[in-house]
């Protein structure tokens, strides 16, 4: 074979979303190794802002997407970024690449239309893989989350729908979840970038539509769900 008809090398173009830079760079030393993976890292964003400004200035062909993000969460860069999945042309394509595996997690970003889910344990080969599978257009999922998917969206009957949870915002779904976890109202609106009494309002809308009296009692409520 001569060297016109080998086969052209692949190359996909990433956008790197998380809040956690020391995670990016990770990332980024991990797969961005281009000559090597064929992975081109082209841009990153900390929150649901600044990833729309970068994905929508550099349309890659996968964006990597933490579910939890300042500003509303990877569901909110999904709903944003809509236009840019739906071009008819080169569309954006998002693979979920997160710490939680929580179904509720994986369910909400696979119904805003994420390709696929990933758990941050997965290795850069399978990443670097998965990456390649999402820009061809194929779904891909960590082994045990792949039965959420499947339990939401292929059996007969339609998931059953949570109304208490519906009822909250996705702010104060994220306030939810980290007060479960344990966080004080401070680490909560460092985590969120807003502030203390926003929390406490915040808490205070979920208590009042939860109909909960405390913390301790949203506590058991959100574990019961699986949402910590």
């Known amino acids: 074979m001569n060297s016109d008809d080998a086969p052209e090398a692949r ?3 990433v956008v790197l979303v998380d809040d956690h830079r020391m995670f990016r760079t ?5 797969i961005g ?5 064929g992975v081109e890292v082209v841009g990153e964003a900390a929150d649901v802002d600044q990833a729309v400004t970068v994905i929508t200035a550099t349309r890659p062909e996968v964006v990597l997407l933490d579910v939890h993000l300042p ?4 569901v909110e860069v999904l709903r944003r970024c809509g236009p840019l999945m739906a071009a008819p042309e080169d569309p954006v394509r998002f693979l979920a690449l997160s710490v939680s595996d929580a179904a509720e997690d994986v369910i ?3 119904r805003g239309g994420a390709r696929g889910y990933v758990t941050k344990t997965i290795t850069g080969t399978d990443l670097v893989n998965s990456i390649f599978r999402v820009q061809e257009g194929d779904a891909v999922f960590s082994p045990r989350l792949a039965g959420f998917v499947l339990d939401a969206f292929a059996s007969t009957d339609a998931p ?11 702010r ?3 306030v939810l979840r980290l007060i479960a976890r344990g966080y004080a109202y401070k680490e909560i609106a460092k985590q969120l970038f807003i502030s203390v009494k926003t929390v406490e309002s915040h808490v ?3 208590l009042r539509k939860l109909q909960l009296s405390n913390r301790h009692e949203l506590t058991r409520w959100a574990t019961a769900r699986r949402l910590v």
């Open 11 to 13: 190359r996909v173009r």
């Open 26 to 30: 990770g990332v980024q030393a991990e």
């Open 33 to 37: 190794r281009t000559e090597e993976t």
């Open 71 to 74: 500003g509303g969460g990877g």
């Open 108 to 110: 909400g970003v696979i």
């Open 160 to 170: 059953p729908v949570d109304e208490d949870l519906d009822r909250l915002t996705q």
């Open 172 to 174: 104060e779904r994220e």
């Open 204 to 206: 205070s809308a979920v």
